[in-house]
C-alpha cells in the first residue's frame, strides 16, 4: 500500500486542482490537526511554498480565516518566511496578493496536506509520531500555468 502513496498523492492534487471555475477554496471538511503537529506540518508546508515561489517581504499572501491550530500555525509560518499575511479579505489597491488555499486530509493512516496557488500545487503525506509529525514521502510539486 505504501507503494500506492505518490499514486494517491498525485491524483488528489490533481481532483483539488479541477474546478469548473478554477477557483482555489479551502477545505471544507478539513481533519483537526493540533499542537505539534498542526505546527511540523505548516512550518514544512510553508518552507516547501518559499522553494517554489520565493519568499520576500514584498509578497502578500491572501488566504481565508480560519481559527483551527493548522491554519494558525500556517499563517505563523508564512509570516515567519517573510510574507504578508491577509486573512480578512481588506486588500489595498496596489496589493496584488497571491491566493492561497489549503487542506488536510487523512489517507491510509497518515495525513495528507496541500497548498495550493495559482502558480503551484503542493501535497506531502506526514506520519503522526509521538513528537508530532514527520514527512511520510517526498513533497509533491506540480506547477500551474
Same mark, same amino acid.
Given at each position: 500500500?505504501?507503494?500506492?502513496l505518490?499514486?494517491?498523492? /498525485? ?10 471555475? =478554477? ?7 478539513? +481533519?483537526? !490537526?493540533?499542537?505539534?503537529?498542526? @505546527?511540523a506540518? @505548516? /512550518? ?6 518559499? &522553494? ?13 480565516? =480560519?481559527?483551527? &491550530?493548522?491554519? +494558525? @500555525?500556517? &499563517?505563523?509560518?508564512?509570516? $515567519? ?7 480578512? $479579505?481588506?486588500?489595498?489597491?496596489d496589493?496584488?496578493?497571491?491566493e492561497l ?6 489517507f491510509?493512516?497518515?495525513? !495528507?496536506?496541500?497548498? !495550493?496557488?495559482?502558480? !503551484?500545487a ?6 503522526l509520531?509521538?513528537?508530532?509529525? &514527520? ?5 509533491? +510539486?506540480?506547477?500551474?500555468n
Amino acid at each position: 500500500m505504501r507503494k500506492l502513496l505518490p499514486f494517491f498523492l /498525485g491524483a488528489a492534487l490533481l481532483s483539488g486542482c479541477q474546478t469548473a471555475d =478554477d477557483a482555489l477554496t479551502t477545505n471544507s471538511d478539513p +481533519v483537526t !490537526v493540533s499542537g505539534p503537529a498542526a @505546527a511540523a506540518i @505548516a /512550518g514544512d508546508m510553508a518552507s516547501r511554498l518559499a &522553494e517554489q515561489i520565493g519568499s520576500s517581504h514584498a509578497t502578500t499572501i491572501k488566504m481565508d480565516k =480560519d481559527n483551527s &491550530e493548522y491554519a +494558525v @500555525a500556517l &499563517e505563523a509560518a508564512l509570516k $515567519g518566511w517573510g510574507y504578508t499575511v491577509i486573512t480578512d $479579505g481588506k486588500i489595498a489597491k496596489d496589493q496584488k496578493p497571491v491566493e492561497l488555499a489549503w487542506s488536510i486530509d487523512r489517507f491510509d493512516g497518515q495525513l !495528507v496536506a496541500r497548498l !495550493v496557488t495559482p502558480f !503551484v500545487a503542493l501535497g506531502r503525506g506526514y506520519a503522526l509520531t509521538s513528537a508530532g509529525t &514527520e514527512p511520510a514521502g517526498p513533497l509533491s +510539486v506540480m506547477q500551474r500555468n
